[in-house]
């Protein structure tokens, strides 16, 4: 039997029998002298204690096995969404996520072997995907991608800023060349995509959904360039909120923190400073994928229809114990 399978049969079985031990000690306390009936009390309310702790993991266990099942499977039906870096990573499942429920896919990637796997997944599937190799730094390149989505699907209504750069490096080592390329691909991409799609967004009047970070927060040794690049995406939300709001476009962002099954977190991060980091999350755990492509399918739904100029920080509480590695 499957380990998930299994701990959800064992979770539930317990947590079904959780009032029966608690009745069994009133019966104990009737039946035993007062020194037995502490002792038994004591070993009953650990019992308990255990059953309710076992109960709560398949609570968990059930949730996380039908996290795909959180919307309608149509919640983003005849909705065409324009993705870059939506090859790979946060925003890879994003695009797949918004494919399963009902959306068509363009998807940008300055790498053709990232598109080709995702392409193939998400039409294996029962997915529409167009996918095109784009540097998003390149503003006649990204026009020239929104023009063979429009020529391919007709309209775009949802654009998604995924592309990006990052790396670990001190200030003092950083080069300028390196600063500037990060700034190039977040900052100077996320804009120019907008700016390439304004019209068609316009004619939808649809919606821009910027992929952030909390990294600028507070202060992150080691992510200057990130931090800057990140900042600026959060301008660029928040001032096209309010100036392309009232031509019916809604701009808004997501703010990851760690996200555990992303190449960045096994790339960048070592064990040690894995574990230090975990200790920052109030709720005790790495994000997942899956937890940014939810945040993505509300506020690109019709249920986020007066959500406009917020990024939604996604990070279990990180940000506020601290964002630094170190």
């Not at 064992?10 to 502490?38: P, S």
């Not at 939506?86 to 399963?100: D, Y």
């Not at 390329?181 to 390439?196: L, P, S």
Request: glycine share 12%; with cysteine.
């Amino acid at each position: 039997m499957p380990p998930l399978l299994l701990g959800e049969r064992i979770g539930g079985i317990v947590a079904k029998n959780l009032g029966k031990q608690n009745g069994k000690a009133e019966l104990f306390r009737k039946k035993t002298g007062k020194a037995r009936q502490e002792k038994w009390a004591s070993l009953l309310a650990d019992i308990s204690g255990l059953l309710r702790l076992c109960g709560s993991w398949h609570a968990v266990l059930k949730s996380e096995n039908n996290m795909d099942k959180i919307f309608a499977d149509n919640i983003l039906q005849g909705k065409v969404a324009f993705v870059t870096g939506g090859g790979t990573g946060i925003t890879g499942g994003i695009a797949r996520s918004f494919a399963a429920h009902g959306a068509r896919l363009a998807i940008t990637s300055r790498k053709e072997d990232n598109l080709v796997p995702q392409k193939q997944f998400i039409e294996e599937n029962g997915g529409e995907c167009f996918a095109v190799v784009t540097d998003v730094r390149h503003y006649a390149a990204v026009e020239n991608a929104i023009a063979k989505t429009v020529e391919h699907y007709g309209w775009i209504d949802i654009v998604v800023n995924g592309a990006a750069g990052n790396f670990l490096c001190s200030a003092e080592q950083l080069s300028a060349n390196g600063f500037g390329t990060v700034v190039d691909i977040d900052t100077k991409g996320t804009f120019n995509v907008c700016r390439a799609a304004f019209e068609e967004l316009k004619k939808s009047k649809g919606q821009i959904l910027n992929i952030s970070a909390t990294l600028h927060y507070l202060a992150t040794p080691m992510q200057i360039h990130v931090s800057a690049a990140k900042a600026g995406v959060d301008a660029i939300t928040r001032n096209l909120s309010a100036e392309w709001g009232r031509h019916g476009i809604r701009v808004n962002g997501i703010a990851p923190g760690p996200i555990e099954d992303t190449e960045g977190m096994k790339r960048l991060l070592v064990p040690e400073l894995k574990e230090k980091i975990m200790r920052k999350i109030p709720i005790g755990r790495f994000g997942r994928i899956a937890d940014i492509e939810n945040a993505a399918l509300f506020l690109t739904s019709d249920a986020a229809s007066y959500v406009n100029g917020v990024t939604l920080v996604v990070d279990g509480g990180n940000w506020l114990l601290g964002t630094s590695l170190a």
